[in-house]
C-alpha cells in the first residue's frame, strides 16, 4: 500500500508524487486544476453507489414480486391437488326391503342434481360428485373422498333426499336395521360407513 502510494505519479505532469503531497503538489504547479483532484473522484463515485443502490431495490422488488407470485401459484396447486385427491374409497354395500321386496337405490345419488339434496359435505366430494355417492341401481355405496373422515348413512340418506335422521324411505317407515347380519337396537341409529364386505339391510314399514 505504502509502496504504490509513494510510486504515484501526478496524472497532469507525470512528476513522482506521493498522494499525499499530490493536493499540494496541484496546488502548487497546477493551480487551475486543484478542485479537480477531488472533484471528479468524488461525484462518480456518490452517483455509482446510489445507481446501483436503486437498480438493486427494483430487482429485488421484482424479485420478492416473482417470489410471492411463485408462493401463491404453489399454495393454489397444492390446495387445488389436496382437493382433488381421492384418499378415502369403501363401498358399503345397502340393501332395501319393502314387505320382503328389494327397494331399489337409486344409481346417481350425489350425482344428478334431482338426487343430490343435501350439499354440507360437497367439500369432501371431487370431480363434482358427492363424496357418497351410487353410480347403479346395486346399492352399492361409493364413498369418494378428498379426506379421511366418517361418513354415515344418514349423511347418504340425506344427499339422496330423504329424511336425515333415517326415520324412512320413500315415505316408508323403517322398522329396522342391520350391519352385517346384526339387528341395531334401534331402528333410526346412525351407522358409519365401512369398506366391503359391509352389509346394511333396511327394512321398512308399509
Ligand atoms: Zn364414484
Ligand atoms: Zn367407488
Known amino acids: 500500500m505504502i509502496l504504490l502510494l509513494e510510486s504515484e505519479k501526478c496524472p497532469v505532469c507525470g512528476s513522482p508524487v506521493k498522494k499525499e503531497n499530490l493536493k499540494s503538489h496541484y496546488a502548487k504547479v497546477h493551480p487551475r486544476r486543484a478542485g479537480s483532484l477531488v472533484q471528479p473522484k468524488t461525484v462518480p463515485l456518490a452517483r455509482a453507489p446510489s445507481a446501483f443502490r436503486s437498480h438493486k431495490k427494483k430487482n429485488m422488488l421484482l424479485l420478492s414480486l416473482i417470489v410471492l407470485a411463485v408462493m401463491g401459484v404453489s399454495i393454489v396447486a397444492v390446495e387445488f391437488v389436496a382437493a382433488n385427491t381421492l384418499r378415502m374409497h369403501i363401498h358399503p354395500q345397502l340393501s332395501i326391503t319393502l ?56 349423511q347418504f340418506l340425506a344427499i339422496w333426499g330423504q329424511p336425515s335422521d333415517g326415520s324412512s324411505i320413500n315415505g316408508h317407515p323403517v322398522s329396522s336395521v342391520s350391519v352385517d347380519g346384526q339387528v341395531l337396537p334401534s331402528a333410526t341409529q346412525d351407522v358409519v360407513l365401512r369398506d366391503k364386505p359391509q352389509q346394511i339391510v333396511m327394512t321398512l314399514a308399509t
Open 99 to 154: 314387505n320382503g321386496s328389494p327397494v331399489q337405490v337409486p344409481a346417481q345419488i350425489g350425482i344428478d342434481p334431482s338426487l343430490w339434496k343435501d350439499h354440507s359435505l360437497d367439500q369432501y366430494g371431487l370431480s363434482g360428485l358427492a363424496p357418497i355417492h351410487t353410480h347403479d341401481t346395486s346399492g352399492l355405496i361409493h364413498v369418494e373422498s378428498n379426506t379421511v373422515r366418517d361418513f354415515t348413512l344418514h
